[in-house]
């Protein structure tokens, strides 16, 4: 299985601060990556696929890029209703596997 | 815009068993493909069991493979997974989620709210 590992864990930021999370496979995925973004009591709901590709609805202040092993998750300026646990996911070989996921807080 | 509804959740003793059904909507149900992705309490996402639109191919987590089976009802509109020899640690919010082509491409572009099982005796 294709492991996933995401870092920080957990980060705390300000409002209009740059947040970025990073996600590395355990073996090359190309860009076979999604982004998913969970609230607490909801279901995940995707923001970026294809490792750079903004899912239709989504700000623009969020973002990702890479391919291979080593892949970027960014939000450019940290809203209030950004606070949320950001997952990376790849799809290049089932079966699916997630990170861990990054909690974001507001300081 | 797209609806999905799951059901069939509850408390169940361990080696039991329990049926989830997803129901879904607006939008051509046997044109996509369909997963189920579970989170237990307080932990990240864990993928469990996929099917392509037609119901002919089926791909499960290790986790899960010969307890669980994955199947679909085009004429309903209606995801399933019967999951069986239920264990503690099956204990999770099970999500369906919808794939965004007809063969398991396995982004989930939309989301049920969830059905939580809890396996516990």
């Known amino acids: 299985d294709i492991q996933m590992t995401q870092s920080p864990s957990s980060l705390s930021a300000s409002v209009g601060d740059r947040v970025t999370i990073t996600c590395q496979a355990s073996?090359?995925?190309?860009?076979?990556l999604n982004w998913y973004q969970q609230k607490p009591g909801k279901a995940p709901k995707l923001l970026i696929y294809?490792?750079?590709y903004l899912e239709t609805g989504v700000p623009t202040r969020f973002s990702g890029s890479g391919s291979g092993t080593d892949f970027t998750f960014t939000i450019s300026s940290l809203q209030p209703e950004d606070i949320a646990t950001y997952y990376c996911?790849?799809?290049?070989?089932?079966?699916?596997?997630f990170g861990g996921g990054t909690k974001v807080e507001m300081k | 815009e797209v609806q999905l509804v799951e059901s069939g959740g509850g408390l169940v003793h361990p080696g039991g068993s329990l049926r989830l059904s997803c129901a879904a909507s607006?939008?051509?149900?046997?044109?996509?493909?369909m997963n189920w992705v579970r989170q237990a309490p307080g932990k990240g996402l864990e993928w469990v069991a996929a099917?392509?639109?037609?119901?002919?191919?089926?791909y499960y987590a290790d986790s899960v493979k010969g307890r669980f089976t994955i199947s679909r009802d085009n004429s309903k509109n209606t995801l399933y997974l019967q999951m069986n020899s239920l264990r503690g640690e099956d204990t999770a919010v099970y999500y369906c989620?919808?794939?965004?082509?007809?063969?398991?491409?396995?982004?989930?572009?939309?989301w049920g709210q969830g059905t939580l099982v809890t396996v516990s005796s």
């Open positions: 989620g919808k794939d965004i082509v007809v063969v398991v491409a396995a982004t989930v572009d939309s």
């Open positions: 607006e939008f051509t149900f046997s044109s996509y493909a």
């Open positions: 099917i392509s639109g037609d119901g002919g191919s089926t």
């Open positions: 073996q090359d995925i190309s860009n076979f």
């Open positions: 294809d490792a750079s």
């Open positions: 996911q790849q799809y290049d070989n089932l079966p699916l596997t």
